[in-house]
């Protein structure tokens, strides 16, 4: 099979890890997977190559900032421009904003093809865009919003959802329920390795602390909960570092600029993979903050498959699919949402290295036998067959390859 994947975050954010990953996974079955996705920076110009046997699409995009996530109109039009003229056997759309939804409409009608459509947040009516800070722009936009996120999956094929909630939301909006399907996100198990902790943290030049603990994402709901958090951890291990990933955002909230610069905090910023891989392997455990709200609920942080691949124990909150998985294989620890019950996690944690040795076994093993993009891929690749193979399609045939 031909597989076109659209994506609205910028290339190595967010959701892209979902396409490209599983698109490698693909490739590996012998499939061709081309993944479109936002530039980090380009307003005019396209760029496109080849990595690990996956053919990606950089588009421009003429906005900046949170807009750059999928609301450029001129980013969709542009994007069906550039492959209108080449051919594939099925679209899968990562969530549905205009740069994605839209390009894969047209194409969908062009090519008479299938189209998924991967649901990851719960991005309006009452979900993500309440957590962000600007509330009258988020009154305004919270509309828009919702309409995008439900309005378009009535013209899926399939609807494959990230989280058990979305599931039950996407029947809610009379999807019919043999066509949808909860895909969890996987662990690149490729890239990330376990690493031997003094072997980590020698090439990252970090000495003097007792404890590590790691802290990675783009996504920043819980930055409050987690600083809130380390404040305790400090007040009782106070030779404990914390390393934080991915955005180089963390700071601008007014009320954490006062840990910028702190002595027990460093914050590497967005990492190629072998340094990520290193960091994580410095760590005693990870932590994933999660405060029990709609938008937590209902999503599936990436990073979760990366602490698991890195054979580290996770200390998280019982909110979603991610504590029921963290529960039923003993891969870390849940406590309440506040502030001082994560700190007790965590601590109680550092001081039981055993239990640590064990967590972080149980969590590479859960992650090479049954969480792996490889693994999961399967049922993406089961999910696409069957409609490939499918003899109709809205009154149109169309053969396998």
């Not at 996120?149 to 989280?163: G, L, N, P, V």
């Not at 698991?308 to 849940?334: H, Q």
Request: contains cysteine.
């Amino acid at each position: 099979m031909k597989i076109l994947i659209f994506n609205h975050n910028r290339v190595w954010e967010s959701s892209f890890h979902r396409g490209f990953y599983f698109a490698r996974s693909l490739v590996n079955r012998g499939h061709e997977a081309t993944v479109v996705t936002n530039s980090r920076k380009k307003l005019f110009y396209f760029k496109e190559y080849k990595y690990e046997g996956v053919r990606i699409v950089e588009t421009p995009d003429l906005l900046f900032g949170q807009l750059r996530t999928g609301w450029d109109m001129v980013n969709a039009l542009r994007r069906f421009l550039y492959v209108r003229h080449q051919e594939y056997d099925l679209i899968h759309a990562i969530d549905t904003r205009p740069t994605v939804i839209l390009p894969a409409l047209w194409l969908k009608k062009r090519w008479q093809v299938p189209l998924t459509i991967d649901w990851l947040d719960w991005w309006g009516r009452g979900g993500a865009i309440t957590l962000r800070k600007n509330k009258i722009l988020n009154g305004f936009f919270e509309p828009v919003e919702t309409y995008f996120e439900e309005h378009f999956r009535q013209y899926a094929d399939y609807t494959i959802t990230i989280s058990t909630l979305l599931k039950k939301r996407a029947f809610s909006l009379g999807l019919p329920k043999e066509k949808i399907k909860v895909i969890f996100h996987g662990c690149d198990t490729q890239s990330v390795q376990p690493i031997e902790k003094e072997k980590a943290r020698k090439a990252l030049n970090i000495n003097g602390y007792e404890n590590i603990l790691l802290f990675s994402g783009f996504v920043l709901y819980d930055l409050r909960l987690l600083f809130n958090t380390f404040k305790h951890v400090l007040e009782r291990s106070p030779k404990t570092l914390l390393l934080l990933t991915g955005s180089t955002n963390i700071f601008k909230d007014v009320q954490l600029k006062r840990w910028k610069g702190h002595k027990n905090i460093k914050s590497l910023g967005f990492l190629p993979k072998e340094k990520y891989a290193c960091v994580l392997g410095a760590a005693d455990l990870c932590i994933l903050p999660l405060s029990d709200n709609l938008t937590n609920r209902a999503r599936y942080p990436g990073k979760f498959g990366d602490y698991m691949a890195s054979g580290r124990p996770v200390v998280s909150n019982d909110v979603g699919d991610v504590g029921r998985l963290i529960k039923e294989n003993k891969v870390g620890v849940l406590t309440e949402s506040n502030p001082k019950s994560l700190a007790n996690g965590i601590v109680e944690l550092l001081e039981n290295r055993d239990l640590i040795d064990e967590m972080g076994a149980n969590a590479r093993r859960l992650a090479e036998q049954e969480m792996s993009f490889d693994i999961l891929s399967h049922e993406f690749e089961t999910v696409f067959k069957s409609l490939v193979k499918a003899p109709k399609l809205n009154g149109n045939s169309r053969n396998n390859s």
